[in-house]
């Protein structure tokens, strides 16, 4: 297949482009170049003539047999037919008055990979079928570049200040960078428009537009979302939602909230998102989140950045964790259905997920450690920033020559146990997992719910030394909600959400610590996962609910005695270490640590009342003066 769509896509590139008056090449060190398409489902668009559109049926004789078989995994593609010039917001923003301009909407997973093999640099399809692909200079998200508009809507409602992610902008200002984005798109040669949706339960749905010019942004984001069928899209009508992603082109360091060439800005009045100079794919999927951060508490509906999945009797678990705790690894369960990786919603009604795809980590990725997300890496997934050999098109997961962030997007129904649709009933455990790399914290205890909420707000777990020149010591970070970089509103109230909805439905939460034993890192060593998977089993058995537990010094977590599967000198870490004074002494480090952490949300009684922090206080370490 691979050699077929090679020689289908050889033509030549138009490097023609009208870029905004402030563009400089000096600026950015790479710049995608659209280019005209001859033979693909397009449409060819004039001022004079938008609501008239000609459709070219998409063919290629050299490929058809080949891809014909595949397009059934996803929905044909729906034009702009009959679309309204007067009624629709992207002919208002006279996005298709370059006549010479083609515009490509909810196409197939082939087209793309063919417009993106044509047009873009550096992307092939290897050997798995996937379609690899590169962001360039930004390989990761821009945390500090992110904004957002202070509106009289929600500027009560938003976090701001100490520890926030949410820097403010004007609408001035947001209306500054959102001309920028206008004028690169209107000046390409190649407009793409995904519409889908957020939430798949339906009384929840979103519906997100994502107006990009690179073809594997396009065919990222129809991964990520919820896929409409034919029919949903004919009456998809305007979105709630649109993100502009003009990432090829710099921000304008004139506009005064614009601190460098990136700029991710979010207008929640207009409900646009503008992306400028990050070709990052991962910004689009974490916009669409932050959102949702914002959209589903005023709706009563707490949003999560969790792992979940749901057992045989029904019994749904969430995963909550940071970077390298497991909560990827542990929410896939070959035992028990995938309801997703990453986003997900508590409502009413159960949970469900936001999205419709996964984005999983790929670095030094195998078969036989992680075999559901590497048979998904096929035909219809995009890799990023992933270096495959020129030759035999394998890839090298062992590879960080562009990134260690390697990743795959690909759908949800990409793995063989996902439960379709993405929802379940309500949560019946919750597990907070932490990579304790000081080697204190026990493989699993028991939290009460002020634990529950104090762990939920703190977002704890540790860097391992190393990692950084000079790094000789663990390094403790928190994460508020284990995903402060998308919150929207203050922590608390979230935790106050998370803690209603625990009661009411008699949810049990865990905090499950997946880092060392016997000693910090360097010294001690890591937790098995054969004895974490052991762990998570019996939570689900119902087997440690019904353990006898002791309580611990500082934190006053109370730790099953016994697990099956599990040695008790592991599940009691104190036992492990060979100097107990060492050991009480970075037992009560740590809980400075997370007093000093929490301080920062002390404010939250404006959102939450000064009962509800009160009480999340007693769920934290008390420490001896």
């Known amino acids: 297949m691979q050699a077929l769509i090679r020689n289908a896509v050889l033509s030549s590139v ?12 000096a600026r950015v060190s790479m710049f995608y170049r659209a280019a005209p398409i001859r033979s693909r489902s397009t449409i060819s668009i004039t001022a004079a003539q938008a609501p008239s559109v000609k459709i070219k049926k998409f063919q290629d004789e050299a490929t058809a047999p080949e891809l014909s078989g595949l397009k059934s995994l996803h929905h044909h593609a729906k034009l702009l037919k009959g ?6 917001n992207i002919y208002n923003d006279g996005l298709f008055s370059n006549s010479s301009q083609q515009v490509f909407r909810n196409l197939t997973v082939a087209e793309y990979c063919q417009l993106a093999l044509k047009h873009e640099p550096d992307t092939s399809l290897v050997s798995s079928g996937a379609l690899a692909a590169r962001s360039y200079g930004k390989t990761g998200r821009s945390p500090k570049d992110k904004r957002v508009v202070q509106e009289a809507e929600s500027v009560n409602d938003i976090w701001w200040g100490g520890g926030s992610p949410n820097y403010p902008t004007s609408e001035t200002d947001f209306l500054a960078n959102r001309a920028t984005a206008m004028n690169y798109i209107k000046s390409g040669k190649m407009v793409f428009i995904v519409d889908a949706f957020a939430n798949w339960d339906k009384e929840a749905r979103m519906k997100i537009r994502v107006v990009c010019t690179r073809p594997y942004h396009a065919l990222f984001m129809h991964n990520m979302l919820i896929r409409p069928t034919p029919e949903e899209l004919e009456t998809f009508g305007e979105p709630d939602f649109t993100i502009y992603n003009a990432g090829e082109v ?14 991710v800005s979010i207008s929640l009045k207009r409900g646009e998102m503008i992306i400028l100079g990050t070709q990052y794919a991962g910004e689009m999927k974490k ?27 029904g019994d749904v678990s969430l995963f909550f964790g940071l970077s390298g705790t497991g909560k990827t690894t542990l929410s896939a369960d070959p035992h028990r259905p995938l309801i997703g990786d990453d986003e997900h919603c508590w409502g009413e009604d159960g949970v469900f997920n936001i999205e419709g795809g996964c984005y999983a980590k790929c670095i030094n990725l195998q078969e036989e450690k992680e075999p559901e997300i590497f048979q998904a890496i096929r035909f219809g997934t995009v890799l990023e920033n992933i270096e495959y050999d020129p030759q035999t098109l394998q890839i090298k997961y062992e590879s960080t020559l562009y990134t260690e962030n390697t990743r795959a997007s690909y759908p949800i129904d990409f793995i063989s146990n996902a439960k379709i649709p993405c929802i379940g009933p309500q949560p ?11 080697g204190v914290l026990p493989p699993v205890s028991k939290l009460t719910l002020e634990q529950a909420m104090y762990w939920f707000v703190s977002g ?3 860097k391992i030394a190393g990692t950084e020149h000079g790094v000789t010591e663990p390094e403790a970070t928190f994460s508020a909600c284990f995903g402060a970089a998308f919150l929207a509103w203050h922590p608390m109230k979230y935790a106050a959400m998370l803690s209603e909805k625990m009661q009411k439905h008699g949810t049990t939460a865990w905090l499950i610590n997946t880092g060392w034993t016997g ?8 937790i098995s996962l054969i004895h974490t998977r052991a762990i998570v089993d019996a939570i689900h058995s119902g087997e440690l609910l019904q353990a006898e537990c002791e309580r611990t010094l500082v934190f006053g977590l109370d730790v099953p005695l016994q697990c099956s599967g599990v040695p008790s000198s592991v599940l009691r870490p104190e036992m492990s270490w060979k100097n107990r004074e060492e050991f009480d002494a970075k037992l009560h480090n740590l809980g400075t640590m997370f007093h000093k952490n929490f301080d920062k949300f002390m404010d939250g009684s404006k959102y939450v009342g000064e009962e509800a922090v009160q009480r999340m206080i ?7 003066s």
């Open 428 to 438: 019946k455990n919750i597990m907070l997992l932490c990579c304790d790399a000081f």
């Open 14 to 25: 138009d490097a023609s482009v009208h870029l905004p008056t402030h563009f400089s090449f």
């Open 287 to 313: 916009g669409v989140f932050t959102l949702m951060n914002y959209w589903m508490p005023k709706q009563g509906i707490l949003s999560l950045h969790s792992g979940c999945n749901v057992g045989p009797q």
């Open 250 to 263: 710099p921000a304008d360091q004139s506009i005064p909230s614009n601190t460098s060439d990136t700029s």
């Open 460 to 462: 704890y777990t540790a």
């Open 519 to 526: 000693g910090q890192y360097g010294v001690g060593n890591r």
């Open 618 to 624: 007693k769920g934290g370490p008390q420490l001896r």
């Open 83 to 88: 679309q309204n010039p007067s009624s629709s």
